[in-house]
């Protein structure tokens, strides 16, 4: 899925990579 709207903020973009590096890091808890 692409949203570039969802993209187009710096700091919307630096949230979303923060959510995505704590879901990555909560899977690696689990394994």
Not at 9 to 30: K, M, N, P, W, Y
């Given at each position: 899925?692409?949203?570039?709207a969802?993209?187009?903020?710096?700091t919307?973009?630096?949230?979303?990579?923060?959510?995505?590096l704590?879901?990555?890091?909560?899977?690696?808890?689990?394994?």
């Amino acid at each position: 899925v692409c949203l570039p709207a969802e993209y187009s903020d710096e700091t919307d973009l630096e949230r979303l990579i923060g959510d995505d590096l704590e879901f990555a890091q909560s899977l690696f808890d689990v394994v």
